[in-house]
């Protein structure tokens, strides 16, 4: 199983990124898919998660209105539209499939590697 993570970069406050991440190797549109972030020095923490259609989300309430998950599963992907990014958006952004929709990261059966978001003020 893979998934990888792409879409991460440099960009100032006010900005948008939209997050991809692809995964290979499972049955895709079997799995809940979630993303978490990490920025340095603190733990992990949950961010948006998907149900398996894409009919349920879910966000963290320091995104919500900002952060937007969606899911394609013709292409095996899901995304992570972010706007209005503050520089506490900085962290490095992780992906993940899971059997439960949940908010805990250690559900999670498979994780991507990362990509770095780094926010400007």
């Known amino acids: 199983v893979q998934l990888q993570a792409s879409g991460g970069g440099l960009v100032q406050a006010g900005g948008s990124l939209r997050l991809s991440c692809a995964a290979s190797?499972?049955?895709?549109?079997?799995?809940?898919m979630g993303w978490f972030r990490q920025a340095p020095g603190k733990e992990r923490e949950f961010v948006a998660a998907i149900s398996r259609s894409g009919g349920t989300t879910a966000q963290a309430d320091s995104v919500k209105g900002r952060f937007t998950i969606s899911r394609d599963n013709a292409k095996n992907t899901v995304y992570l539209q972010m706007s209005s990014l503050k520089s506490e958006d900085t962290a490095v952004y992780y992906c993940a499939a899971g059997q439960i929709f949940t908010r805990d990261g250690w559900k999670y059966d498979y994780w991507g590697q990362g990509t770095q978001v780094t926010v400007s003020s």
């Open positions: 190797g499972l049955k895709f549109s079997s799995y809940m």
